[in-house]
């Protein structure tokens, strides 16, 4: 073979992606990840892999993984119904708009996002039930045990879960009296967790009633309240998931089936995508400066949306919905956008925001040779959550309380605000901004995606979307490609290292906007399906896993 001929096949091989053709899963965990797979191989469907998966997460990413938080689900399954649990967290029913606030209604520092009353009554193990009474295909034994071994047996620390199990450790000793914190953690450890063992095994015996108005809901109310929380046995008892209709959308031809509220990415993606088909789309294609200029203006006007009208759809008139959406306002709004300079977010002179937590949260795409597809994006809200973890029970709380706009104009852990609409009531669900989402082309699954990341997951999903759509990157470019961030507020564009170069750096400090490099923006772990091959791309921020057959 000549030198040439030899080129060329290399690059073709190097060129050609891996594929999988029946099934695949990609989560933020090995173990997560392979215990989606043997559920699949063993003949379940993603309905099953999915609590599977989420189940090992609880076990293998206790940060974010949980019994103790929420989240959502987008689905279709295999004869084209779609559809969407959300399993959020709710707030107390003692919970009031001025519980995080002093005598002089300045809020009190930490109250919202660390400890006892920064805890939401969970949704996951409610969730994971509901969906196992739909769809569930395969016995539950076989569908807990992979999570149950995993907390028997351990599994392996990679090298950023020791760190990060390190730099959280004195935190979630301060607050609680665990064992399981109290070692210096390293590479290679192997982190056995017999509480979550002992729960796991009797939530498989005795069903999500052992959670919810049992021996487990009891632990959690006595533990919460021990730390001075208000969650009661009447919260746990009256918490149900809800199906909700996902939020569908077209935008260049594609369907989109995303969440809808509470999580604002639904509303918060329709607006930026359905606001870039009103545009010139061959310019911006064309044009990266162009591009990136137009998707930060339009990130600004979508957020400041987001914190004046969204909010619980249980609890606000959404009559609005219609209108952010139609044509008319997105052409007005754009009328905003300046694109000599930049347009200051707002009058107001804010602060500089203090992002005082890392954004986590945990997102897994599955789809199973039947051909149902699921994203689901669940979470604790920060890292470890409120960091509570009840000794006994061996899982960690949220802090999804601080996701409500606990002050209008007061900025929650992600530097956002919130206005009325998201105010603390109780019973009502905290805004999100989890995204989970399928895309649909010619009629048939084409993209299954989502990330962690609080707001930045909106913008996370969008740019895969759009580096796919637009610039016809695979899934793996398209989700390891560096991303910027626009909140609004803080008027700071976010960039991770290698967002832009030189001539984009000038470009964006002639129109004098503020940047500030992140080391990481979004992790998001996505399938994509054509032609009948189902490629994968799991986020190599993290130690995410893809694998499949
Ligand atoms: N706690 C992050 C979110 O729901 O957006």
Not at 163 to 169: E, I, M, T, V
Not at 472 to 477: A, E, Q, V, Y
Not at 515 to 535: F, P, T
Request: net charge negative.
């Amino acid at each position: 073979m000549n030198i040439r001929l030899l080129f060329l096949l290399i690059l073709t091989i190097s060129c050609n992606e891996n594929y999988y053709e029946e099934h695949a899963v990609v989560s933020a965990t090995k173990e997560a990840t392979n215990a989606g797979i043997k559920i699949l191989e063993q003949g379940g469907n993603a309905f099953d892999a999915m609590i599977a998966v989420d189940l090992a997460l609880a076990v293998t990413y206790p940060n974010a993984g949980n019994l103790g938080g929420g989240g959502f689900m987008v689905y279709i399954d295999s004869s084209g119904q779609s559809g969407s649990l959300d399993f959020r967290e709710k707030a107390p029913k003692k919970s009031h708009s001025s519980m995080y606030l002093d005598a002089n209604g300045e809020v009190i520092t930490g109250l919202s996002y660390e400890g006892a009353l920064s805890v939401g009554v969970p949704g996951t193990v409610a969730g994971l039930f509901e969906v196992y009474k739909k769809f569930g295909s395969i016995s539950l034994d076989k569908i807990f045990e992979p999570a149950i071994y995993l907390a028997k047996n351990g599994h392996s620390l990679t090298k950023k879960q020791s760190k990060l199990y390190n730099d959280y450790k004195p935190k979630i000793l301060e607050l609680n009296d665990t064992s399981l914190f109290s070692k210096d953690f390293k590479e290679g450890d192997v982190f056995i967790n017999d509480s979550l063992h002992n729960t796991l095994n009797k939530i498989l015996k005795h069903g999500p009633e052992i959670f919810y108005n049992g021996e487990i809901s009891n632990k959690i109310v006595n533990y919460v309240q021990s730390k001075g929380g208000i969650i009661s046995n009447d919260d746990l008892v009256s918490y149900s998931p809800v199906w909700r209709e996902p939020f569908i959308f077209n935008f260049n031809g594609y369907e989109i089936y995303t969440m809808g509220l509470p999580s604002s990415g639904g509303i918060v993606m329709a607006q930026i995508l359905k606001s870039l088909q009103l545009m010139d789309q061959e310019k911006i294609i064309n044009d990266k400066i162009k591009y990136i200029k137009t998707l930060i203006e339009l990130e600004k006007l979508s957020f400041a949306d987001r914190s004046y009208f969204l909010g619980d759809p249980d609890f606000i008139n959404t009559y609005f919905i219609d209108s952010i959406l139609s044509n008319n306002y997105l052409i007005d709004r754009m009328e905003l956008i300046d694109f000599e300079s930049s347009n200051p977010s707002t009058v107001i002179n804010h602060g500089e925001v203090k992002i005082i937590e890392s954004e986590e949260t945990t997102h897994y795409s599955i789809h199973d040779k039947y051909g149902n597809s699921v994203a689901v994006t669940t979470t604790l809200n920060g890292n470890f959550g409120s960091k509570l973890i009840i000794p006994e029970l061996g899982f960690f709380l949220n802090n999804e309380m601080d996701d409500f706009a606990i002050k209008t104009d007061h900025q929650n852990i992600y530097g956002m605000i919130g206005g009325k609409n998201n105010s603390i009531e109780p019973e009502k669900r905290m805004l999100s901004s989890m995204t989970p989402t399928i895309i649909k082309k010619d009629n048939e699954v084409f993209m299954i995606l989502g990330s962690p990341g609080g707001p930045t997951i909106i913008t996370s999903v969008l740019q895969t979307i759009l580096n796919v759509m637009y610039f016809d990157m695979s899934i793996k470019k398209s989700v390891k490609s560096p991303r910027f961030h626009h909140l609004w507020l803080p008027d700071i564009v976010y960039f991770e290292d290698g967002s832009f170069n030189k001539k984009m750096f000038e470009y964006l400090d002639k129109l004098n906007y503020k940047l500030s490099k992140r080391s990481q923006i979004g992790r998001v772990d996505a399938i994509l399906i054509e032609k009948n091959k189902i490629y994968t791309a799991a986020d190599p921020r993290g130690d995410d896993y893809a694998s499949g057959k």
